[in-house]
């Protein structure tokens, strides 16, 4: 066979074995599950509406609760706006909610309807400016802001009416021109934050190379271990079997991170979060390219450092290396999401720019040239790794007797 049909071969071989395999299914479904919960679940979760029970006692508490029941009956219909006067009081962006109210008589024990249950909080007072909430453990955040936001809209309806104030006059008020805000360094904003991309973006990384390469290595020593090795050596060349094997797995690392995205945005584009769908499209392109050269910088030291094993038992101190230059840059990622000399630095060092660099782009603050240099430089840090690792590959592949280090599969090369 030529040179690629038996790159062809091998390559197949090792997506047929990977397929079958429960580990790699298993995971997979779970991280299709993962992405799915995490696009549906807070859509359903923000559009449930909810419902608070509350009793008042005092009329201008009535009045209040009864104002705050309107105000989150209006959030619920997304052309409502805040009124002027509440948004110069800060209430802006009220909550939806349903409120209903009961009303107490002035002898009764206010306290007495939250500690039984009955009641979600009671509000208690003629006074607008002396009003209680009383609550259990805690008042609900969304039904403290509208009754924050019933009571300031009262106190201010009360002091124009006392000051003699037209209606006129209390527009000019409450609705001032807001100054212009204008952003020297604009970040871009969206339905997800940025952060949350690439810190998802991150653990893909992490999750995905961590595991195909721990795969490449373990299915070396395993082909040392039972022999297998010496007889497809003995067919085809050794660079040509780690091709294969790099190739490999390569495609399958690359089209589940395709899947996992694609599940993403199909979740995204079903939940009509089109801002959402959008917004992964646009971190998705730099980061599958990244992805893509990151993992075959790192997948023939993956191989290498089967390679130098014996038996798989000796995986754990012959992959120490590789794990820690996955993890380090995980945490880089994690870590130095500020932008800054520190993060730029990173983001062009070769084992944390697949992560870094479209971290930056998703963040905002990388020029149009900075992710076409990064790639360029993890490119050619790919190049001289393969040639690296397909030199040890070819010194230690053969040595089956005990384990070995780098230098002695350097040597070993040169033989």
Same mark, same amino acid.
């Given at each position: ?23 790699? /299914? ?9 992405? +799915?919960?995490?696009?549906? /679940? ?34 619920? &219909? ?48 003629? &006074? ?33 009416? &006392?000051?003699?104030?037209? =209606? ?16 020297? @360094? ?32 373990? +299915?070396?020593?395993? @082909? ?80 290498? =450092? ?89 010194? +230690?592949?053969?040595?089956? +007797? ?14």
């Amino acid at each position: 066979m030529n040179g690629w049909t038996t790159v062809r071969v091998v390559a197949g071989r090792e997506m047929y074995v990977k397929l079958r395999d429960k580990a790699f /299914i298993g995971t997979t479904l779970f991280m299709l599950v993962l992405i +799915s919960v995490a696009a549906v /679940i807070p859509v359903l979760i923000s559009q449930q509406t909810p419902s608070y029970r509350v009793a008042v006692q005092g009329d201008v508490a009535e009045q209040v609760v009864a104002l705050a029941a309107e105000m989150g009956l209006d959030a619920q &219909d997304p052309a409502q706006q805040t009124p002027p006067m509440l948004t110069l009081m800060g209430a802006g962006g009220l909550p939806a909610a349903d409120i209903t109210s009961v009303v107490l008589e002035a002898d009764a024990d206010p306290a007495r309807f939250v500690r039984d249950g009955d009641v979600t909080a009671t509000v208690v007072g003629d &006074d607008v400016q002396a009003l209680e909430v009383l609550g259990a453990q805690s008042v609900p955040e969304d039904l403290e802001v509208l009754l924050r936001a019933a009571a300031s809209q009262l106190q201010i309806a009360r002091a124009a009416q &006392d000051g003699g104030l037209s =209606a006129d006059q209390v527009q000019a008020l409450t609705s001032p021109v807001p100054p212009q805000v204008v952003l020297l @360094e604009a970040r871009p904003t969206g339905s997800v934050p940025p952060q949350f991309l690439v810190l998802a973006f991150a653990f893909l990384f992490y999750l995905s190379v961590l595991t195909f390469g721990m795969s490449i290595a373990q +299915s070396v020593v395993e @082909e040392k271990q039972s022999r297998v090795v010496e007889l497809l050596v003995a067919a085809v060349p050794v660079r040509w079997l780690l091709a294969g094997k790099v190739i490999g797995n390569t495609i399958m690392a690359v089209g589940q991170i395709v899947l996992i995205l694609g599940v993403g945005l199909i979740g995204a584009w079903l939940v009509g979060q089109g801002a959402v769908l959008r917004q992964i499209v646009d971190a998705s392109g730099w980061f599958v390219l990244f992805f893509l050269l990151g993992f075959v910088m790192l997948a023939c030291l993956w191989a290498v =450092a089967g390679s130098l094993a014996s038996r798989v038992e000796d995986l754990n101190s012959t992959t120490i290396f590789m794990q820690v230059l996955v993890i380090i840059p995980f945490f880089a990622a994690v870590f130095a999401t500020d932008p800054g000399p520190t993060q730029r630095l990173l983001s062009y060092i070769p084992f944390t720019s697949p992560l870094l660099m479209p971290a930056r782009v998703v963040l905002g603050n990388a020029e149009p040239w900075e992710p076409v240099v990064a790639a360029a430089i993890v490119l050619a840090t790919s190049v001289l790794f393969v040639a690296l690792g397909a030199r040890l590959y070819r010194g +230690s592949v053969l040595h089956t +007797s005990q384990r070995l280090k780098a230098s002695q599969a350097w040597r070993g090369s040169g033989d």
